[in-house]
């Protein structure tokens, strides 16, 4: 298996509750790297921009109101499936139907606030990752 990358955000409502390195420590114990992170106040422009494939759905609004409502970390992680062991990592988007011991199952209150962001395509990680960080921002890691 290829090693990986895919894009990550930790949200508005994970950032507020404190919960930047436990969800970066469950990145690590899984084994993906984070090979790129900021934190970001997303612009309405910027959020709006990012989740353009929902412009039409009836939560588009909420789901920007949100995603702009304080800071959040933005990050690269890298490693074998990264994309998939991710999104396992992560569980379902709405964390009633998480599996136990997912970081939504854990730490997110509803699907309008849902912890984290994971791209869900080796495809759209690519753009997502373009979206936010230079080739020079991401630090591949050798060591
Ligand atoms: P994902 O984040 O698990 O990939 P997507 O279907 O790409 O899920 O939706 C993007 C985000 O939009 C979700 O994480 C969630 O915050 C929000 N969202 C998706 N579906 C709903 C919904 O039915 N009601 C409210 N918010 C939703």
């Known amino acids: ?3 990986e990358r895919t ?7 994970a ?3 404190n919960l930047i390195g436990a969800i970066y420590g469950r990145f690590e114990s899984a084994g993906l790297k984070i090979v790129a992170s900021k934190m970001v106040h997303l612009s309405r422009e910027q959020a709006e921009g990012f989740y353009a494939e ?3 759905r009836p939560f588009f609004k909420a789901l920007v109101d949100f995603m702009t409502s304080g800071p959040v970390m933005v990050q690269v992680l890298e490693g074998e499936d990264a994309v998939r062991r991710n999104r396992e990592i992560m569980g379902a988007t709405n964390p009633a139907d998480a599996l136990a011991g997912t970081l939504r199952a854990d730490y997110a209150d509803s699907i309008d606030e849902n912890a984290v962001h994971g791209s869900d395509a080796p495809e759209s990680a690519a753009r997502e990752i373009a979206y936010f960080f230079s080739d020079e921002e991401v630090c591949p890691r050798t060591r």
């Not at 894009?7 to 409502?13: H, T, W």
């Open 54 to 56: 929902h412009s039409e």
């Open 1 to 3: 298996m290829a090693i």
């Open 7 to 13: 894009f990550s955000i930790v949200k508005p409502d």
């Open 15 to 17: 950032v507020a509750k």
